[in-house]
């Protein structure tokens, strides 16, 4: 088995045990190097598996200490998709990309045409992740005026789920939200993509 699908594996496995009543909220997990020998692995894996449980916000603790298990991340309420996030940002990935069919569409330009790009993850104030916003936009970055928002879900890719620590596959909210001038001309797209099991939408009428 791949290591990338040993530890997500194993990651999901004790979030199964701390859903059982293995181990209580506060309670301290054994150690990296105890769990790999438990699962017959490397302690590296295990490293990486507390890792991802922590960015989830399943287990609390710093680097090379014990880690315990974590309230559960409170569930957040979206009303407003325009809004500026209010907590920390991390920009993962600033590389123009060219428009597919689907992007060209939403931006009223021709595909394969170069759009700029940006990636961002919202962080909680606890530090985990908790929205992963991809934009694109052609040119310069422009004031709009409005927005239109469409609401769906999507099975997680590679590099969500890795970001949100979740499994690919895993099925999120997909926000597609599209910036207009007074006019109604497309001026940004982007995808807000959300953890299901972490946000309730709710979006007023327009």
């Known amino acids: 088995m791949p290591a990338d699908a040993r530890y997500r594996r ?15 909220i506060g309670e301290a997990l054994p ?39 974590a309230h559960p991340p409170a ?45 961002v993850e919202c962080l909680d104030p606890g530090g985990h992740s908790a929205m992963i916003v991809s934009s694109w936009w052609r040119g310069r970055r422009r004031p709009h005026a409005r927005c239109v928002v469409e609401l769906g879900t999507v099975p997680l890719g590679v590099d969500e789920a890795h970001a949100l620590g979740l499994l690919v596959d895993t099925l999120a909210y997909r926000l597609v939200r599209t910036r207009l001038d007074a006019s109604g001309v497309p001026l940004e797209t982007a995808d807000l993509v959300l953890p299901v099991d972490r946000w309730l939408v709710r979006l007023a009428a327009g």
């Open 31 to 69: 150690s990296r190097t105890e769990m790999a020998a438990r699962y017959g692995v490397h302690p590296q894996t295990l490293r990486l598996t507390y890792d991802l449980l922590r960015r989830t916000g399943v287990l609390d603790g710093e680097e090379r200490q014990h880690v315990t298990v």
């Open 75 to 119: 569930m957040r309420t979206l009303t407003d998709a325009d809004a500026e996030w209010p907590y920390t940002t991390e920009t993962t990935d600033t590389r123009p990309r060219t428009a597919t069919a689907e992007l060209a569409q939403r931006l009223g330009v021709r595909a394969g045409v170069m759009l700029q790009h940006e990636t």
């Open 10 to 24: 194993i990651a999901a496995d004790i979030r199964r045990r701390i859903k059982a009543g293995e181990w209580q």
